[in-house]
């Protein structure tokens, strides 16, 4: 599947803006740990799987992680990228499995920390990550009311399977979020 293909099947069942800008946040994201992590000839395929690991969230958010097996079989997917893409739902569906790929590991981990990161950059006045802090971060991470649908819980689980402290992940995460902001 290529990028072009991948966008348009994302958009097929992604209308919402947010919804696209969030898809194009964790590809990018995904992208640069896949470099980071010495992953350099899986570049591709783990931004596709970062762009389509919400395609079945906006349509479908009480089947979240379980409808996506159907739509990304229907498209042809690889069962390597349905099963990534389902194991960033660990724990909130029964049919999800455990990430256990390293590149699962960082899909579950930062897909909701960039949404955290997101709003936090949205309060500051540049309005970008490129000049967030961790401090900054860990600050709101603290707040459980702010972007309270972020789960820290979710995010502190994907820092321990990748071994990895809070402050390191969200170190890694807006460096690897200023690659991708537009």
Excluded at 127 to 140: A, G, I, P, Y
Aim: a negative charge; proline letters at 2%; glycine letters at 6%.
């Amino acid at each position: 599947m290529t990028r072009d293909e991948a966008f348009e099947l994302l958009k097929k069942y992604n209308q919402e803006e947010f919804h696209l800008k969030h898809a194009e946040t964790v590809e990018g994201v995904m992208r640069y740990f896949a470099e980071k992590l010495g992953y350099t000839d899986e570049v591709e395929f783990w931004g596709l799987v970062g762009l389509l690991h919400d395609i079945d969230f906006e349509m479908w958010p009480d089947e979240h992680c379980v409808k996506a097996v159907e739509l990304l079989e229907e498209a042809g997917a690889e069962q390597r990228m349905i099963h990534a893409i389902v194991s960033h739902g660990y724990g909130l569906t029964e049919s999800a499995a455990k990430p256990e790929h390293e590149m699962e590991k960082v899909l579950f981990a930062c897909d909701e920390l960039t949404g955290l990161i997101g709003a936090a950059a949205l309060m500051r006045p540049s309005k970008s990550v490129q000049d967030m802090e961790v401090k900054s971060v860990k600050k709101k991470f603290k707040d459980k009311k702010f972007a309270a649908g972020c789960s820290r819980d979710v995010i502190m689980q994907g820092a321990e399977m990748l071994g990895w402290e809070l402050e390191k992940l969200f170190e890694e995460t807006i460096l690897a979020m200023r690659t991708c902001e537009k």
